[in-house]
């Protein structure tokens, strides 16, 4: 699966953020879609996850609240929504596509990853 993010940007604190992630290549409605988000001289952060079929979600437990991933299967794309933003949340944001029939929560359970949009919140 190739896998293109965007909608990253500068944003004030207590700001908003939607962040896409279309794929191609696979069929879509086979695979989970991931997001992760890495900072400057951090280990890359597992978000939460969608997948395809069904869109049922999974959400890393410090992540939930103010992160809800969606997905519209027509356009083969993935959301994360992102509000009430804190500068600690600055960070590049990836997507990333997994096989794997269990919910996969490392990074090393994805095959494909998409290219990093980055996210700056100021305060």
């Known amino acids: 699966v190739q896998l293109q993010a965007s909608g990253g940007g500068l944003v004030q604190a207590g700001g908003s953020l939607r962040l896409s992630c279309a794929a191609s290549?696979?069929?879509?409605?086979?695979?989970?879609v991931g997001w992760f988000r890495q900072a400057p001289g951090k280990e890359r952060e597992f978000i939460g996850a969608i997948r395809s079929s069904g869109l049922s979600t999974y959400y890393e437990d410090s992540m939930k609240g103010r992160f809800t991933i969606s997905g519209d299967n027509a356009k083969n794309t993935v959301y994360l929504q992102m509000n009430s933003l804190k500068p600690e949340d600055t960070a590049v944001y990836y997507c990333?596509?997994?096989?794997?029939?269990?919910?996969?929560?490392?990074?090393?359970?994805?095959?494909?990853w998409g290219q990093g949009t980055l996210v700056t919140v100021s305060s």
């Open positions: 290549g696979r069929t879509f409605s086979s695979v989970v």
């Open positions: 990333a596509a997994s096989a794997k029939r269990i919910m996969p929560t490392r990074y090393y359970e994805y095959d494909d």
